[in-house]
């Protein structure tokens, strides 16, 4: 059961900041690009998303709820508060609502764990059956971002890549990185009318363009995505007129089954506070792996996002 809650947990964490995704973007003066972005409808998606992607990184936080499926592994939802002005804070609580890790995490204990992010590690609440059972009485499980990165290879610094630098609008930079979008029409999204662009990017590609890997490194990440039979990845977004992203979907093709991911967006600027859990009620992944408590097959749905 260590082993399996483990791996739920990585899983958990990488899917759920998904949500949010990475950014390397400038965080400089966007005043010129605002007011055009919303005042004229007849800029291009391209120059329009330069806009919206300005804006997005600059609002600094907001909440978050996104439901995620792959294949018959898993179902889930993620609800919280994120920030991403000094390094990805935050804290999702996270449900799994079928598939196969549904039924892994009833025999844990509990179907819901919540994971704090913080700009180093994230840590994850595990049940109170995982705790008397095989947490030695800690509830909290650190995984730094340094280990996770030695534990997936490529993947795994890719994925550390991803999580330290997490803001909304990774979206909004894949779609431009891609050269391939489009705008679809005006639409009501929760109340607020938004324009919906779409497009697909090459995920490989994508990697290669927005990631800080080498050459080695990027080829070992082309090679794991190969395998997971990882290609391409259909987005769409809807913004509203202060050019921030209210929705996104993304869907993609896998080994595993089809992967489909819709995130909500909304207060923009919410003040999020993450702290470490208390040092005595926390076990540190690292330490655990070093006695093979970790099965390393749950980090494979980060590179998918």
Partial sequence: ????????????????????????????????????????????????????????????SAKVRSTTSLGDIMSMTANGALTWNDGLKGNLTITYTGGQMAELMKKAGTQSMEARYLPDAYYAHMSETYAQQAGGGKH????????????????GSYMKDQLQNATPNQSVKMLLAS???????EEKVSGVQTTHYSGKVDVATLADKTSNLDADQMAALKKQLSQAGVTTE???????????????TEKATTA????????FYSD????????????????DFG??????????????????S
Wanted: proline share 2%.
């Fill in 256 to 263: 595993n089954g089809t992967l489909n991911n819709t995130t």
């Fill in 140 to 155: 909290w499980i650190k995984y730094s971002y340094d280990d996770l990165a030695k534990l997936g290879g490529a993947s």
């Fill in 1 to 60: 059961m260590r082993r399996a809650t483990l791996s739920i947990a990585v899983v958990a964490a990488l899917t759920g900041v998904a949500a949010c995704g990475s950014s390397d973007s400038d965080k400089g003066d966007k005043g010129g690009d605002k007011a055009a972005g919303k005042g004229a409808i007849h800029l291009s998606p391209i120059a329009a998303l330069r806009s919206v992607e300005k804006s997005t990184d600059q609002a600094d």
């Fill in 268 to 283: 923009y600027g919410v003040k999020v506070s993450a702290e470490a859990p208390p040092a005595d009620d926390t076990k």
């Fill in 179 to 185: 050269g391939d979008v489009k705008k679809v029409g």
């Fill in 287 to 304: 330490e655990m792996m070093k006695s093979g408590g970790m099965a390393t097959g749950g980090t494979g749905t980060g590179t998918a």
């Fill in 234 to 248: 259909t987005i769409d977004i809807w913004v509203d007129d202060q050019d921030l992203l209210i929705k996104k």
